[in-house]
């Protein structure tokens, strides 16, 4: 299958930072890519959807200055999570839609845990 | 709108026995598609199995194989031959094929256990 890869993996910061997470497809060009958002024991939640070339679409309850997301080719994707604080802290997930080939099928990123302190 | 529910919060099964994990979903969608991801403890979300409306037969992937009820609306996961390393949370998902920019739609997840 085609390969979503995501950095960093873990990254703890203080409150008040920013932190950028990235989201590559490897082998396969995304005109879209999705961000979830998954706590403990949950199903993932989606934040956004980002289409390469124009603005994010945001699910509702998400706050598109605090989630800053940026899909500035076809194979990369980055959600900036600005002025982070502790309820911040989760397990943050991209998706890549490959529609080649026939089959449309999303592959995700390995994930990066956020710890806010 | 698309719903996908899974009824098993839990499931348990000896190792090297089969297991079903169950899924339906509700669409008023002509066109989609039914997926499974496995979610191990690291967190990666791996992609098992894929499933058409229109596909007349049964998906199939090594161990892993989709029992496509269309009538009933159900796309159960069957692992046959069940592993240690099967032990994860487990995700039925469905996407709209019409509409290019919908996201997956995600059920709530089983998790199983394969015991010794």
């Known amino acids: 299958g085609a390969v979503v890869s995501q950095h960093p993996s873990r990254v703890i910061c203080k409150s008040g930072t920013s932190v950028k997470i990235e989201c590559r497809s490897l082998?396969?060009?995304?005109?879209?890519m999705f961000w979830y958002r998954q706590f403990p024991k949950q199903s993932l939640m989606l934040m956004a959807t980002?289409?390469?070339?124009?603005?994010?679409?945001?699910e509702q309850g998400v706050e598109k200055d605090k989630f800053l997301i940026n899909h500035a080719s076809l194979t990369l994707s980055t959600l900036t999570v600005t002025s982070a604080h502790p309820e911040d802290s989760s397990f943050y997930i991209c998706?890549?839609?490959?529609?080649?080939?026939?089959?449309?099928?999303?592959?995700f990123g390995p994930g990066t845990r956020l710890t806010v302190l | 709108a698309q719903k996908i529910t899974q009824t098993q919060p839990g499931m348990f099964v000896q190792e090297k026995e089969a297991v079903t994990l169950d899924c339906t979903y509700d669409?008023?969608?002509?066109?989609?598609?039914l997926f499974w991801y496995k979610q191990p403890s690291s967190g990666e979300m791996i992609f098992l199995i894929y499933?058409?409306?229109?596909?007349?037969q049964n998906a199939t992937e090594g161990r892993y194989s989709l029992n496509f009820q269309k009538a009933r609306k159900s796309a159960n996961l069957v692992i046959s031959a069940s592993q240690l390393g099967d032990s994860a949370m487990y995700f039925c998902?469905?996407?709209?094929?019409?509409?290019?920019?919908?996201?997956?739609?995600f059920g709530k997840g089983t998790r199983l256990s394969v015991i010794a």
């Open positions: 980002s289409n390469e070339g124009s603005k994010a679409t945001y």
């Open positions: 669409t008023s969608d002509q066109s989609y598609g």
């Open positions: 499933q058409g409306s229109y596909d007349e």
């Open positions: 998706s890549a839609r490959d529609a080649s080939g026939g089959t449309d099928t999303q592959y």
């Open positions: 998902a469905m996407l709209d094929l019409f509409s290019g920019n919908t996201p997956l739609v």
């Open positions: 082998d396969f060009q995304a005109t879209t």
